[in-house]
């Protein structure tokens, strides 16, 4: 039985399985979709018994890094499953009812980093980051203005063309072309009143409530991969979330 280079040092030993197949997805070992080998052959990788490694994915899982098939194993998670290609938008409307989401691109540009987006992308102030803004339609109505900061150096060939190819679906677009996948996320929501430029965006009269959420997704690793600023108007929606 193969026992792993380095014991772990630190309780409960399924974090240390955990943190040992996290650092298999950031090397790329399993790719998005795939499949990761069967709990027994894990634990035989790793020295540890199957209960060590069913606790371990079993955290992936919830976390939907991984995702469970019945009767066909465990896979790398995708933001091309259904009910993961939706995850951080949780703008719902009011009457619980379903809606055609679209999307309009409105300008995709290189500019240089401020002191501040360095340090929450963690990349050099003055670095080329790639400035998206767009709108999000539900139903037709303009419901969300979607500001994304990317840093260059990670994201290169993003343009419009790569962005309309894929229709606005950001995270499918990492994931695909580039095979940044975005694992979590912080944000952070406050209420606003409607500026001048958001008003003309989104047809309102300046000063509408807006609600605001600013985010960094992450990816492997923690480390942090896009920014984004989304401005909503929640009069006949709101903000869903599911803690647990």
Request: net charge positive.
């Amino acid at each position: 039985m193969n026992q792993v280079k380095t014991s772990p040092l630190f309780q409960p030993l399924y974090r240390q399985i955990k943190s040992l197949i996290t650092q298999s997805l950031i090397a790329g070992e399993w790719a998005p979709g795939a499949a990761i080998p069967s709990e027994f052959d894990l634990a035989d990788r790793y020295g540890v018994s199957q209960g060590t490694v069913r606790k371990a994915i079993d955290e992936l899982a919830a976390e939907k890094i991984l995702m469970r098939r019945q009767g066909k194993g465990t896979y790398v998670a995708t933001h091309s499953e259904e009910e993961v290609k939706l995850r951080f938008l949780r703008l719902v409307a009011a009457d619980g009812g379903k809606e055609l989401l679209d999307n309009q691109l409105l300008s995709c540009e290189r500019v240089k980093a401020s002191a501040e987006m360095a340090r929450l992308l963690a990349i050099k102030a003055g670095s080329v980051v790639i400035e998206i803004k767009r709108l999000l339609l539900f139903s037709g109505k303009p419901l969300i203005h979607d500001h994304i900061v990317l840093p260059a150096a990670a994201f290169k060939g993003v343009n419009t063309a790569l962005i309309e190819r894929y229709n606005g679906s950001m995270y499918r677009m990492y994931e695909s072309e580039l095979g940044i996948r975005m694992v979590r996320a912080e944000e952070r929501l406050t209420a606003i009143g409607a500026d001048a430029q958001m008003a003309a965006a989104l047809s309102l009269k300046v000063g509408t409530p807006l609600l605001s959420i600013e985010r960094v997704s992450f990816t492997y690793g923690d480390k942090p991969m896009e920014w984004r600023l989304g401005l909503c108007l929640t009069d006949k929606h709101h903000y869903l979330n599911h803690l647990e």
